[in-house]
């Protein structure tokens, strides 16, 4: 846990959540809740259990999204979803990046909190990161494996709490929440130094990974450097589909936008859908379509050091390192287009031992 001195946040306490509940009449969607706790069994394989499971399941869905639609109605920039043995988050949470609410001051109040806490969710939910007026998130106790790196849009962001998931590494755009004051990341399975393998020495990561030590020693004066491991492709090289993409006109882009969105979809993770905002480079056109789409290239698929576009990363960089102060080094996940991205003063400054 991350708190500097004198930062401030919101608390989600039981005893607020029991005010809560106690404001609101019977049929409410949290008084709904009541009935959604974990029960004993939930985990067999018996048909009679899975069908119970399946009703729970759509149960906490419908309560889920009755919660949210009710607070996009009243205003409420304070989502309580935790307890309620999620699987998925409906994509109505959305809705909620336009939440704005009128303070008793008549100033304008777009401060959102989120609560997703001990639930059963296997994934990160996309929808939250399109959530860019989202200051606090609490996710932990769940089961998520994977951080997507679309976070990185959460740029408003003040407490964060990811723990007790199962993450083993967490992706390089989470340090893009400078504005963070409450980080809580452990107890989670994060990969520890030891574990970082060195490649074979006849593979293509093997040669990319001398060539970089060298690159640093030499141009870079580092001969220290953070525990890392390098995985190349073959051929570390753009794909030709990635070429394609690039060379794209807003017309061509237009006949293929449904179909390529959907693709996305189904193939995530690690792939992810057009959400949030992304830095774009003013010369490439396939950002330029994509904004006169209405979309935005997801900051997933950026190189870390050139920000060009990629649909898979052929250079992929697992660093262990110190983030927000932390006294703990955090395994975290660089993504890049390029064998040449990797002779870069972004990527010295990355592994640099702090």
């Known amino acids: 846990m991350a708190s500097p001195p004198g930062a ?3 608390h989600f306490s039981p005893r607020h959540k029991r005010q809560a509940a106690a404001d609101y009449s019977p049929a409410t969607p949290r008084r709904m809740r009541r009935r959604l706790f974990f029960e004993d069994g939930m985990d067999s394989t018996a048909p009679e259990d899975q ?3 399946r009703v729970v399941s759509r149960e906490a869905a ?3 999204l009755a919660i949210i639609r009710e607070a996009v109605e009243v205003g409420d920039p304070h989502i309580d979803l935790s307890d ?13 990046k336009d939440l704005v609410v009128l303070a008793p001051s008549h100033s304008m109040v777009t401060d959102l909190q989120l609560v997703l806490s001990s639930n059963t969710l296997c994934h990160f939910p996309l929808a939250v990161c399109e959530l860019v007026n989202l200051t606090t998130l609490i996710i932990s106790y769940n089961r998520i494996s994977h951080l997507p790196p679309e976070i990185g849009n959460l740029v408003n962001l ?5 723990a007790h998931n199962n993450l083993r590494v967490l992706p390089l755009e989470i340090t893009k929440l400078v504005r963070l004051e409450t980080l809580s990341v452990f107890p989670n399975p994060f990969l520890e130094p030891a574990a970082l393998i060195p490649p074979s020495p006849t593979s293509a990561s093997a040669a990319a990974e001398s060539a970089l030590r060298r690159y640093l020693s030499t ?9 890392f491991r390098l995985s190349v492709s073959s051929t570390a090289i753009p794909r030709l589909v990635d070429f394609a993409a690039r060379s794209m006109s807003r017309t061509d882009l237009a006949g293929v936008k449904h179909d390529l969105t959907q693709c996305l979809e189904l193939n995530r993770p690690p792939l992810g859908r057009f959400v949030g905002h992304a830095i774009e480079p003013t010369d490439y056109r ?34 262990c390192t110190k983030i927000f102060k932390l006294n703990r080094l955090v395994p975290l996940k660089v993504r890049l287009c390029g064998r040449n991205c990797l002779y870069s003063q972004r990527i010295a400054e990355i592994l640099a031992l702090n």
């Open 286 to 319: 396939l950002q330029s379509a994509l904004r006169s789409q209405h979309l935005a290239v997801p900051s997933g698929h950026l190189c870390a050091t050139c920000s060009q576009w990629f649909l898979i990363p052929p250079v992929e960089l697992i660093v």
């Open 51 to 53: 069908d119970r499971r």
């Open 8 to 10: 401030s946040s919101y």
């Open 62 to 64: 419908d309560t889920a």
């Open 219 to 227: 141009e870079c004066g580092l001969n220290e450097l953070c525990p």
């Open 84 to 96: 309620l043995q999620l699987e998925a988050v409906p994509d109505e949470l959305a809705e909620l």
């Open 158 to 162: 003040r407490e964060l709490s990811i």
